[in-house]
């Protein structure tokens, strides 16, 4: 007998098809260029860099600091360019390290394990991309230099002052850090190629123009090379060199060289040396005026000199905000310190009078500036509590800045 019924329903399951994984392409060189006000040079630049690379792929990073509308050729360019364009946008109020923290800034975000530094000026020949390329790769260099001073290399159009100033700081540089620049005759360039992997970001702290000289500096046993070039002409635009960013040189050497207290070290010098020049006239006045022993005297002239040490000191030295809590405790320990001080002193000016017969105003001298180093210090770590500032470049906190593509070739961003 045939069963009529309607058969049970069935439950049909139906699976996703499996989604086409998405292939994503690692630019071999991601190209950074720190722009400001640079709006004619781009179409030039980016087109030339496209030109230039052929077969190699390159993803280009705009870190702007601009008050005119590069941003906005930026993104219509990137509307019809082959290549993958970043813009990252630093509002006026956030703009850390100059143009050495929007490259630091561009490095970080940076795709491509090759990243090369170049100005937007077209002075710095994208023709020449290809090459640095291939010098790192023959040559198993960590970063390749392109340089006006190697073979091939030229100033160009710079003018006989402008070139005597770059020599300077050249020669400067290489004499204050002959090991990290050995090799190297271009320390002061602004268009080289680095592996990425190679620099740790965390250990800058960029400042002006000069972020390869930092680079050099603060990355010991990286494996240089260079590559001698022609500087052009600047194509479209102002200069950005100026007093300014040779003042930001000296600093940026000065704190490579002697660490980021070597300011606050030369102020609490000058301070010292008012502060001798106040213990002598109240040495003199206890000692000559009322005749009171020369020891008991420098007990006496020590109490003037430190009140008007620590006055300036917390005002000048570390520059400390009026009404600021603990003052009277760095009072007793600034105190405290040059009575210390003073304990280390009184047998050296005892040995400096009776037995080598120095003048008491000579011999006090030279003792107070024998203990300079160590009262700075003591100053610096113990009684103010500084710290040396934290390292690395300021990059956008709380994740990733936001977002607002225009175009799957260009991602445009706006830095917080």
């Given at each position: ?202 250990t800058l702290q960029p400042r002006g123009f000069k972020i ?22 600047r194509r479209s635009g102002e200069s950005k060199a100026s ?174």
């Amino acid at each position: 007998m045939i069963d009529s019924s309607p058969a049970p329903a069935r439950s049909i399951i139906t699976f996703p098809l499996p989604r086409e994984p998405e292939i994503r392409v690692v630019p071999t060189i991601s190209v950074v260029v720190p722009t400001r006000n640079e709006a004619g040079n781009i179409p030039e630049l980016v087109r030339r860099l496209e030109m230039a690379t052929g077969d190699c792929s390159l993803e280009i990073i705009f870190v702007d600091d601009s008050s005119d509308d590069t941003p906005k050729v930026v993104e219509d360019i990137a509307l019809h360019a082959t290549t993958p364009i970043q813009l990252r946008h630093r509002p006026p109020d956030d703009r850390p390290g100059g143009l050495g923290g929007a490259v630091a800034l561009g490095i970080s975000v940076a795709q491509a394990p090759w990243v090369c530094v170049m100005d937007a000026d077209l002075q710095h020949p994208p023709e020449l991309v290809p090459d640095l390329f291939r010098q790192a790769i023959s040559t198993e260099s960590d970063v390749v230099i392109a340089s006006r001073h190697a073979d091939h290399g030229d100033m160009g159009e710079f003018s006989p002052l402008r070139k005597h100033v770059s020599e300077s700081s050249t020669k400067l540089a290489q004499l204050a850090f002959p090991k990290a620049l050995d090799g190297v005759t271009d320390p002061m360039s602004g268009f080289f190629l680095i592996r990425r992997d190679a620099v740790d970001l965390t250990t800058l702290q960029p400042r002006g123009f000069k972020i390869l000289f930092e680079i050099l500096c603060r990355t010991p046993g990286l494996r240089k090379s260079e590559v001698g070039f022609h500087f052009g002409e600047r194509r479209s635009g102002e200069s950005k060199a100026s007093v300014q960013e040779g003042v930001r040189y000296l600093r940026l050497l000065l704190d490579l060289r002697f660490g980021p207290g070597w300011l606050s070290f030369v102020r609490f010098g000058l301070v010292g040396v008012s502060g001798i020049f106040i213990n002598a006239l109240a040495l003199a006045f206890f000692t000559e005026w009322l005749g009171i022993f020369y020891m008991i005297s420098a007990v006496a002239a020590t109490q003037v000199s430190t009140l008007w040490n620590f006055a300036l000191t917390e005002t000048v030295v570390f520059d400390t905000p009026a009404g600021s809590a603990g003052r009277p405790r760095r009072a007793v320990l600034f105190f405290a310190m040059n009575n210390v001080a003073l304990g280390l002193r009184g047998p050296m000016l005892y040995v400096l009078v009776s037995t080598l017969g120095l003048n008491y105003m000579i011999a006090n001298i030279i003792s107070l500036i024998s203990l300079m180093v160590l009262r700075y210090f003591t100053a610096d770590r113990l009684i103010w509590g500084r710290t040396p500032p934290p390292a690395g470049p300021s990059m956008p906190s709380g994740g990733a800045p936001p977002t607002f593509g225009v175009h799957p070739l260009v991602s445009t961003e706006q830095v917080h």
